[in-house]
């Protein structure tokens, strides 16, 4: 069982930055690929960054590529998502997941373990 715990959103304006944190419970941090996911209001949830275990392999939606960096440190259990250069388009509930896998998965039913999400607001 892992217990993900999400923090980091707030309100920023467009241009702004913003550090995402998801904190992991459990002692095998490392045998979980952690997604970040987002959902907007009236819209499904949808895939923003995938990292594996070990760290090497990374996936980014086409929408953040290049704007956000997700990245992990398994001696704390964390995962993060560094976002730069938001834009309103951006603003939604952001959701860490965790699955036990080596491969960094897309879509959100893949996943076994969510957090509670972090609102993350961007004004024009």
């Known amino acids: 069982q892992v217990q993900l715990v999400e923090s980091g959103g707030g309100l920023v304006q467009a241009g702004d930055s913003l550090r995402l944190s998801c904190a992991a419970s459990?002692?095998?941090?490392?045998?979980?690929?952690m997604g970040w996911f987002r959902q907007a209001p009236g819209k499904e949830r949808e895939f923003v960054a995938g990292?594996?275990?070990?760290?090497?392999?990374?996936l980014y939606a086409d929408s953040v590529k290049g704007r956000f960096t997700i990245s992990r440190d398994n001696a704390k259990n964390t995962v993060y998502l560094q976002m730069d250069n938001l834009k309103p388009e951006d603003t939604a509930v952001y959701y860490c997941?965790?699955?036990?896998?080596?491969?960094?998965?897309?879509?959100?039913?893949?996943?076994?373990?969510w957090g509670q999400g972090t609102q993350v607001t961007v004004s024009s």
């Open positions: 997941a965790a699955d036990r896998t080596v491969f960094v998965l897309l879509h959100p039913a893949a996943y076994d373990y």
């Open positions: 990292i594996n275990g070990g760290g090497g392999n990374r």
């Open positions: 459990g002692r095998t941090f490392s045998g979980y690929t």
